[in-house]
C-alpha cells in the first residue's frame, strides 16, 4: 500500500537593495514544483529605512500567502565596498527577522554554493543558473529580471543540500526559528540524478534569456 508523499514549501531569497528576488517551490517527495516567484522592487526608494520597512512587510505577506516550511536566503558577498556590504547585509537581516517572525526556520548559503548546486559550477553566471533552473522546473517563461531566478535557485539549492548528508555538513548555516527545528531528511543528490537523466547538458550550457 502505497503511502502519500508528505508535501511542504521552501521559499528562497535573494538578497538585493535595489531588487530582492524570491522564489517558492512545493516538495512531494523527491518531485519538485514552482509555486511562484518574482523580486520585490526597491530602485525606486531613496530612504534607506523605508526600503527595510518594504523589504519586512512584503517578506512577510508571501510567507502568509503561500506557508513555506523552511526560508533559504544567499549570504551577502565579501566585497572591497564596505557600504554596499553594509546595505545587503542589513536587508539580508530584515528578511531573515520577517521569517524569523513567523517562527520559520532560517538558512543560509553562500553564492558560489547556491551556483555550484545548480549547474555543478560555484563560477556560473546568472544566466547559467536561469537555465537551469528553468529546465528542471519545467517553466514555460523567464522572469523580466534575473533575481527571481537566483531567489529560486536559493531554493533549491536548499533542498538539494538538505537531502544530501555530505552537502549537508558542509552548505548551509541554520539559523532556527522560535520553536526550534527537525534535522534535514537524508537522500540522494538531486544534482547527480539529474545529470544522468540529462547527460547532454554541459556546464557551460548558457540560456538565451534576454533582460527587460
Request: proline content about 4%; glycine content about 8%; some cysteine.
Amino acid at each position: 500500500m502505497n503511502q502519500e508523499q508528505p508535501t511542504y514549501r521552501i521559499m528562497g531569497i535573494d538578497p538585493g537593495t535595489n531588487y530582492m528576488g524570491y522564489g517558492i517551490i512545493e516538495v512531494e517527495g523527491s518531485k519538485l514544483r514552482s509555486v511562484v516567484m518574482g523580486d520585490i522592487d526597491l530602485h525606486t526608494m531613496s530612504d534607506p529605512y523605508r526600503k527595510l520597512r518594504y523589504i519586512f512587510d512584503r517578506v512577510s505577506r508571501l510567507i502568509e500567502d503561500y506557508q513555506p516550511k523552511e526560508v533559504a536566503l544567499e549570504s551577502p558577498f565579501f566585497g572591497t565596498n564596505v557600504q554596499s556590504m553594509l546595505k545587503l547585509g542589513r536587508a539580508q537581516g530584515v528578511a531573515m527577522a520577517a521569517a524569523l517572525n513567523y517562527d520559520k526556520e532560517v538558512f543560509e548559503y553562500a553564492p558560489t554554493r547556491v551556483k555550484q548546486a545548480i549547474t555543478g559550477s560555484g563560477a556560473a553566471s546568472k544566466e547559467q543558473v536561469a537555465a537551469i533552473v528553468k529546465r528542471m522546473l519545467k517553466l514555460e517563461y523567464m522572469p523580466r529580471r534575473l533575481d527571481a531566478t537566483d531567489g529560486m535557485a536559493v531554493a533549491m539549492c536548499h533542498y538539494f543540500t538538505a537531502r544530501t548528508p555530505i552537502s549537508q555538513a558542509m552548505g548551509s548555516a541554520r539559523v532556527k526559528g522560535l520553536g526550534g527545528g527537525k534535522k534535514a531528511a537524508k537522500g540522494s543528490s538531486s544534482w547527480e540524478t539529474f545529470l544522468r537523466q540529462n547527460p547532454e547538458r554541459k556546464v557551460g550550457d548558457t540560456a538565451s534569456t534576454k533582460k527587460r
